[in-house]
């Protein structure tokens, strides 16, 4: 149907008659001559009709915004001084000599352009003709590169793409599963997966040594910017593997998809920063690195304080956190108050804030407290200069850590400190193997000992604490890893528990007898009794990646055919009530809808 892409056209094509095909993207008339804008997929391309082709002409002054057309004509340079150099196509126009209607089309929802602002919602809903717009369309087409470059460095590492099933039993992996009835054994369900876990660590059971697959992966949890409830994942998982043949593959990956995507060279090896390491530096097991502002513990600085609020935190064994922020002194006392109440929102009791002034003192409200050695103290460990803003948070460690490490970002990005086309990866590693459920984001989760997994049960402890991670689960680290990009983590991974005593011992840690864990897991203890290798895996985010990549704030702007926050999809109105006689073939009844109170 045509020769040539719209975008593809030059100076050297002049003279050359093409048939081109694409929305109508601008209209402009002008005194008997007709100019289109011409978009398809590869770009824009003006086409120029004029009363020597009067059939052309009719149809330029007939067609409008978005039909879809079909033009043969001449390449020509465009006139001196008619040139556009925002288009690739800037120096030659189209000379149509027919325009061919393929497709009438209502007027748009909104603009087919970048800079527009309209509501996501909005945007959801008439998604097909969103993903029109330049932006869109690129963040796709870099989406579709990341994907064939790691195809590429897979298979050149001799892994092979093997799928995994869609349709499997629930099992519990930290999240809510999505769950499909059988109509086959009514009372019974599959669930979708919330990763291939256990059957790529079957798959090296069954010889396979190195697997990978573009995993869709399926978890009902809240959502958020870089949530979906349906998301794809890099999952891959080798034999005779640990944490530095992974952390080698990785690296060879991410550097070749930088360097083909945005011609950026990333050094390599990454850093490596321990778990404990980040949290007290950054206050995050995913820092970002782009900016200095480490934080600084200031237990022994205040251990004889006389500073009630420090005083009595450090004597119930929690930590005083502080954070210098450069040239903080030249915020106003109501931006003091305004950050004190970010830190209340987070359920912080306050802030404590000072300023390092010229002559070395301390202007704060807490000044008249501190003696002249612990002034000095929050100086050195803050590295405060004169001019300098100091942040003090106080409360339970891994609380104070945590405001501290959001306050550190917060403070950066409100006064434009984190520097722009800067790329900062690093490993973080030696994770605790168990979280206290108290501070876990799944409490409901917890074991009668109180804990839950730090990653998944299926991790392996590290070599000093396989023999008693029962009773020191409180120190006990696991041979996990993350892989965290300018503060976003794109993969977690680990090596994984190879033996089925071990991983029966973990089972039962977290709460689960023998008997349920046959229940849930069989078909995997029963697998590792068949002669199981060590393994060790990753399982990178591909929407996380893409979303960097393109500089977006939301995995949905990487992503087709997303759903909101609600977990709706606009474009399809889902999810959508079942049909009553579809819901008698799976034997389930609709219950009553909750009263509004």
């Not at 958020?224 to 593997?241: C, H, K, N, V």
């Not at 949290?279 to 205040?302: H, I, N, Q």
């Amino acid at each position: 149907m045509r020769t040539h892409g719209a975008g593809t056209l030059r100076a050297e094509h002049a003279g050359e008659t093409v048939t081109v095909a694409g929305w109508v993207d601008t209209r402009r008339d002008h005194g008997g001559v007709a100019f289109l804008d011409l978009r398809d997929r590869s770009g824009i391309l003006q086409v120029v009709a004029d009363p020597e082709s009067s059939e052309a002409l009719a149809a330029a002054h007939r067609v409008r915004t978005e039909w879809v057309v079909k033009v043969t004509g001449v390449v020509r340079a465009r006139p001196e001084g008619m040139r556009n150099d925002r288009l690739a196509t800037g120096d030659v126009e189209l000379a149509a000599t027919s325009i061919e209607v393929l497709s009438e089309a209502q007027t748009p929802p909104f603009p087919v352009e970048d800079d527009v602002e309209v509501a996501e919602e909005r945007r959801l809903t008439h998604r097909y003709v969103d993903l029109r717009r330049p932006r869109m369309l690129r963040n796709l087409q870099v989406r579709a590169q990341v994907v064939s470059i790691i195809r590429r460095v897979m298979e050149r590492n001799g892994f092979i793409d093997v799928e995994t099933p869609q349709l499997t039993r629930p099992t519990p992996e930290g999240a809510r599963d999505f769950l499909v009835p059988s109509r086959l054994q009514p009372g019974t369900t599959y669930a979708l997966p919330q990763s291939p876990q256990l059957f790529k660590q079957l798959l090296m059971v069954s010889g396979i040594e190195r697997y990978y697959q573009i995993a869709r992966c399926f978890r009902d949890e809240n959502l958020r910017a870089d949530r979906q409830p349906e998301f794809t994942q890099l999952d891959l998982e080798m034999s005779f593997g640990d944490e530095q043949d992974v952390f080698s593959l990785m690296e060879e990956m991410f550097a070749e998809i930088f360097r083909e995507v945005l011609d950026v060279d990333l050094p390599v090896p990454f850093p490596r920063i321990r778990f404990e390491d980040a949290m007290r530096r950054f206050g995050s097991d995913k820092p970002d690195l782009r900016f200095e502002m480490e934080l600084a513990d200031l237990g022994e600085v205040f251990a004889t304080t006389e500073v009630g609020v420090f005083k009595g935190v450090l004597e119930s064994g929690g930590a005083v956190v502080a954070l210098a922020l450069p040239k903080g002194g030249e915020l106003t006392r109501r931006e003091f108050d305004e950050w004190t109440e970010w830190a209340k929102r987070r359920g912080a009791k306050g802030l404590a804030w000072g300023v390092v002034e010229e002559d070395g003192s301390l202007r704060s409200p807490l000044s008249k407290f501190m003696s002249d050695d612990e002034l000095a103290g929050v100086k050195r460990e803050t590295g405060a200069q004169p001019g300098d803003a100091v942040f003090f948070g106080a409360g339970p460690r891994n609380f104070a850590r945590q405001l501290m490490g959001a306050l550190r970002v917060a403070l950066a990005e409100d006064r434009g400190l984190i520097p722009e086309g800067r790329w900062e990866f690093c490993w973080v590693v030696e994770p605790p193997m168990f979280d206290a459920a108290s501070e876990s984001d799944d409490p409901t989760a917890a074991t009668s000992a109180g804990w839950v997994p730090n990653h998944h049960p299926f991790t392996s402890p590290a070599p000093e604490y396989l023999d008693d991670f029962e009773q020191r689960p409180d120190v006990a680290t696991a041979r996990a890893y993350d892989i965290v990009l300018n503060g976003t983590e794109l993969a977690s991974g680990s090596v994984r528990i190879h033996d089925a005593e071990l991983q029966r011992r973990v089972f039962r840690f977290l709460g689960i007898s023998d008997e349920a864990a046959e229940e849930k897991f069989g078909f995997l203890l029963r697998g590792f009794s068949h002669g199981v290798p060590p393994h060790a895996g990753i399982a990178p985010g591909i929407d996380r990646t893409v979303m960097l990549i393109c500089g977006e704030k939301s995995i949905r702007e990487v992503i087709a055919f997303p759903k909101t926050q609600t977990g709706s999809d606009p474009l399809t109105d889902a999810p959508a009530p079942y049909d009553p006689d579809a819901l008698k073939d799976l034997g389930l009844r609709e219950l009553p809808k909750p009263k509004a109170d």
